[in-house]
């Protein structure tokens, strides 16, 4: 098996593939969206979707920083030279499509200035540290991991939604309406700033602003559409009664349906909760099973 060039070919598929559960889950709202600039919208949206997936061209100019996320069952190990392959398979992946260039030159404070430009090669962007997950916690999203299980999952997050993310206490108050109110609240402030809407927001509530923002990178990479719990279907019911719409145009569809992962919590007077709110293009996922 040719790892390195699976890995690289999974960075491809997430970025101009569209998942079936996001293009039934648009396919009902072009259906039910009875403002016209907003059903427009959405079926130029679909088109744009099809076109990337024929032509294998990033669904995004924002090709995005690589996520990844290793599922792993007990009887599987990862070695050093695995790690290896993920990060070489993403930079030829990256090369590949070809993504943006957007990785920064220079020592930390010339990185941080951005004054020694940009690598020209895409690959040049590294990934994110990688998540390790062997399903030993509590949280909604907890998979059932055979002791053989072995998958990579690929997450290629955007900017624009990463500058409207947050992740913040909340004094819960001994109330889940008041902590998914205010994660629902953030969202609604971030959506309007987007842009790029319709969105599938993910939430992630944890005990420390690591394991938050992990619960939410699980969420985006295990969640689906066509399987929306009672808290999803809330959260996306809220957000569409802001009236936002497809590009800020208005109508029924501010978001396709949410992402909430809920995990191990502590006791204490706060919830750490974490929100992003993504562009149309994402979640942009793949998950290779070795």
Known sequence: MDIVNDISKSIVEASTKLSDDKLRALERAIEMETNENAAWCLSQILENYNVAQDTKFPLCDDTGIAHV???????????????????????LGLNSLPARPMAVKGNDIERIEQSEGLFEKPGMLKPAPILIDCANDESTYKRDISPDTLNIHFLLEGGGPEIRAKTLRVYHKRSFSNVISTAVGWLNDSLKMLGCTPSIPAIGIGRTHFEATSLLLKAIAYGNLDNQSDVEKFVSSKLNESQI??????????????????????ASGVRIVSVRPSCFVEPRVACLKL
């Open 69 to 91: 996320i290793v599922e792993i069952g007990s009887e599987r190990q990862i070695t050093g030279e695995l790690l290896s392959q993920i990060h070489e398979g993403i930079e």
């Open 245 to 266: 719409g497809p590009l800020g145009l208005g109508g029924k569809t501010t978001v396709l349906g949410s992402y909430v992962n809920i995990g191990n919590q502590r």
